[in-house]
């Protein structure tokens, strides 16, 4: 499959015979979720964004960003990121030899994202201080830089990101629902711009980690805490723009539990075969702890990322491998006992 300017020129904007930065991002798995489907009572499918080239749903954005950015002479580009966003600056940058920065908070990201960024050839900046932190200080420093910020406060990340709907729309048709992990808020508020460019409203439901949880509240949290590094944010940047997505969807936005979050990211890897990342499974949790809304029959929950993203959360999570000596009794016993 060709990248997602190519396929989607005509409802991006980029012309023919602009620069194109592209890893033949998108056209991701539709995946239906038989196991999750029987529990909730609908017909569920997952998005599976982790089979994008870098692992996560960041690659539609940054694609996008990217190219505009290159298209305007940019010579560097740089972000504040929970891991994903800088892996796929990293990335593209790297694709389109200009610098990339990407700060991160210290300590705070998953090992995967880390290695990525770094094997990219991006300078790595580790805070003293969270996300928020972080993209305030990108935001100062790219006004006063010519360096192309390509957060999702860039609005080519949107537009990059709303061909997830298309995908949905082009694959299955029509759905009542939309399940999505919430943290800065951009992925929801390019869906919902998606969906209504198509002509078509599900109601979208966006989930928080309880601990991070600012749209639920509608206060700032000053020290977000959650298992979900990707969502550890306090205060999102398209927060307005999320709570009309899910206002005009008639939607909602509920918080979940790390425990909850991690109910569902284990299901997921051993009921339905799908292994994403801890954020990525609060989609799923929200559906599981809330269940279907009113009347949903047809459900999309988005996996944002993939789940070798965060090893570390995984072995914590996870069985412990059965010690063996190299003989057939020692192996029999093993395998079948
Ligand atoms: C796996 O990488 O914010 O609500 O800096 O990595 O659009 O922010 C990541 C966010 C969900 C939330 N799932 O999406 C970053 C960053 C995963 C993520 C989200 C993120 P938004």
Redesign the pocket.
């Known amino acids: 499959m060709p990248g997602l300017i190519e396929r989607y020129r005509d409802r991006l904007p980029f012309a023919p015979g602009d620069p194109v930065v592209s890893l033949q991002e998108g056209s991701t798995p539709l995946v239906p979720a038989p196991q999750l489907s029987e529990r909730v009572g609908a017909q569920v499918w997952l998005k599976v964004e982790g089979a994008n080239p870098t692992g996560?749903f960041?690659d539609r954005g940054m694609t996008c960003a990217v190219s505009a950015a290159v298209r305007e002479g940019a010579t560097a580009v740089i972000c504040a990121?929970?891991?994903?966003?800088?892996a796929s600056a990293a990335a593209y940058a790297a694709r389109a030899q200009i610098t990339g920065a990407v700060i991160v908070p210290e300590g705070k990201i998953a090992t995967g994202k880390l290695a990525q960024a770094l094997m990219h050839g991006a300078r790595v900046i580790a805070l003293r201080g969270n996300?928020d932190q972080a993209l305030e200080l990108v935001r100062e420093l790219s006004a006063n830089h010519p360096i192309a910020l390509v957060n999702?406060v860039n609005p080519f990340r949107l537009e990059g990101q709303k061909t997830a709907s298309f995908e949905i729309l082009d694959e299955i048709g029509p759905i009542d629902a939309l399940c999505i992990?919430?943290?800065?808020?951009?992925?929801?508020t390019a869906y919902w711009k998606g969906f209504q460019e198509m002509g078509s409203a599900p109601r979208m439901h966006g989930f928080q980690a309880a601990g991070a949880a600012p749209l639920v509240s509608g206060q700032r949290v000053e020290h977000p805490e959650t298992v979900a590094s990707?969502?550890r944010?306090g205060n999102p940047a398209r927060w307005e723009e999320a709570m009309t997505a899910m206002r005009d969807s008639r939607g909602g936005v509920e918080a979940v539990s790390d425990a909850q979050i991690l109910d569902a990211y284990r299901f997921l890897a051993a009921r339905e075969g799908v292994f994403c990342?801890p954020?990525?499974a609060a989609s799923v949790a929200g559906l599981l702890v809330h269940g279907a809304p009113e009347g949903a029959r047809r459900i999309v929950c988005v996996l944002?990322?993939h789940g070798l993203k965060d090893p570390q959360v995984a072995l914590e999570q996870s069985g412990s491998v059965v010690p063996c000596e190299p003989d057939i009794a020692a192996v029999e016993r093993a395998v079948l006992g």
């Open positions: 996560s960041k990121s929970t891991g994903n966003t800088a996300f999702s992990p919430v943290g800065n808020a951009g992925n929801i990707a969502i944010i990342e954020a990525s944002t990322g």
